[in-house]
């Protein structure tokens, strides 16, 4: 059963800088793509960022480019969200998700058959 447990969560002001993290475990981490998706209170849960499992290509929302970086570590078996320049906009519950076979496309939920418990950001005006 894989497992994916987020991390780095918290309160930022406007303007600052938050690295999230996911750790994978129960299957080889390397073999999947992985991809952070965002849920703010009252709103569908949206594409922020995703990684191919080689991690060679990343693919971004618009309203995050150049702001955000993702990255994975097959070593420790994580993959990163570095989020600069954050908005209040950006608060919202961010979480993890690993890719499914057959995932037609990594911009929708439905792409992915692992989820994380969610990690809260809170950006501060």
């Known amino acids: 059963q894989v497992q994916l447990v987020e991390s780095g969560g918290g309160v930022v002001q406007a303007g600052g800088s938050l690295r999230l993290s996911c750790a994978a475990s129960?299957?080889?981490?390397?073999?999947?793509?992985m991809a952070w998706f965002r849920q703010a209170r009252g709103t569908e849960r949206e594409f922020v960022a995703a990684i191919t499992a080689s991690g060679v290509n990343t693919f971004y929302a618009d309203f995050v480019k150049g702001r955000v970086t993702i990255y994975r570590d097959i070593a420790k078996n994580t993959v990163y969200l570095h989020m600069n320049s954050l908005k209040p906009e950006d608060t919202a519950v961010y979480y993890c998700?690993?890719?499914?076979?057959?995932?037609?496309?990594?911009?929708?939920?439905?792409?992915?058959?692992?989820w994380g418990q969610g990690t809260q950001v809170t950006v501060s005006s």
């Open positions: 129960g299957r080889t981490f390397s073999t999947y793509a």
């Open positions: 998700a690993e890719v499914k076979r057959g995932g037609d496309s990594y911009y929708y939920p439905r792409s992915y058959a692992y």
